[in-house]
C-alpha cells in the first residue's frame, strides 16, 4: 500500500510540475540575424578603381576649388593616395586658400606624416598658410614640434605669425604642465594607496 501511495503521489506532482511548465521543452532558439544589405558589402568609393585615376587627374584641375573637392573626395574613400598628395600640394599648390582648407583637415589627425606636413607649411611663403599651420599644430598639442616653433616662426618677418608662434608655444607648454600635474595626482593617488594597503596587512 505504501508503494502504490508512494507512486501516486509521485504521479501526482509529475502532473502539477508539468501543468506549471516545468517539464515543457525549451522554446527554439531566436532566428538567425538577417544579413546585411548589398549595399554594405560593396566598397566604400561610388566609383571604380579606374574612375578613381580620374579624380586624381582632378587634383591638378586650374580650378582651385577643383582640386579641393578632389582631395576631399580621396580623403573619403580613404584612397593611399590622399595623404601624398596633401603633402604633395602642401609644397607646391600655387593656391594659399586650398593650402589652408588641406591644414585644417589635417588639424583633426596625428601621426608623423602629419606633423612632417604641417611643420612644413610653417615655412610657406604665404602668411595665412603659416598661421594656419601654427593653429594646426596648437590644436593637435604635440609637443614634439616645440623647437621647429623656437627655431623659425618666433623670428618670422610678420608680427602675426610670431604672435601665433608664442600662442602656439605657450599652449603646448601649459598642455604639458597639465600632463605632468595629473601624472603626479596619480602617483600620489596610488602612492596613498599603497600606503593604506600596508597598514591595514599589519592589522
Do not use: C
Not at 580620374?54 to 580623403?75: C, G, H, I, Y
Not at 595665412?128 to 618677418?157: N, T, W, Y
Request: charged share 25%; proline share 11%.
Amino acid at each position: 500500500m505504501k508503494f502504490l501511495a508512494v507512486i501516486a503521489l509521485a504521479a501526482a506532482l509529475g502532473v502539477m510540475l508539468y501543468q506549471r511548465g516545468l517539464f515543457s521543452p525549451p522554446p527554439p532558439p531566436p532566428p538567425p540575424p538577417p544579413p546585411p544589405p548589398a549595399i554594405l558589402a560593396q566598397p566604400a568609393p561610388v566609383i571604380s578603381d579606374e574612375e578613381l585615376q580620374k579624380v586624381l587627374k582632378s587634383a591638378q584641375d586650374p580650378e582651385p576649388s577643383v582640386r579641393w573637392e578632389a582631395v576631399v573626395f580621396l580623403d573619403k574613400v580613404k584612397s593611399p593616395r590622399a595623404m601624398p598628395l596633401m603633402q604633395d600640394m602642401l609644397q607646391h599648390d600655387m593656391e594659399p586658400t586650398v593650402k589652408v582648407k588641406i591644414i585644417n583637415l589635417l588639424s583633426d589627425r596625428r601621426g608623423p606624416e602629419v606633423m612632417a606636413a604641417l611643420v612644413g607649411a610653417m615655412k610657406d611663403q604665404e602668411t595665412d598658410v603659416r598661421m594656419a599651420a601654427l593653429q594646426a599644430l596648437e590644436k593637435i598639442g604635440d609637443f614634439s614640434v616645440a623647437s621647429a616653433i623656437a627655431d623659425g616662426p618666433i623670428r618670422d618677418q610678420e608680427e602675426s605669425v610670431r604672435l601665433q608662434a608664442m600662442k602656439t608655444l605657450n599652449s603646448l607648454q601649459d598642455k604639458k604642465q597639465r600632463e605632468i600635474d595629473e601624472a603626479q595626482k596619480r602617483w600620489e593617488a596610488d602612492k596613498a594607496a599603497a600606503a593604506a594597503a600596508a597598514a591595514a596587512a599589519k592589522k
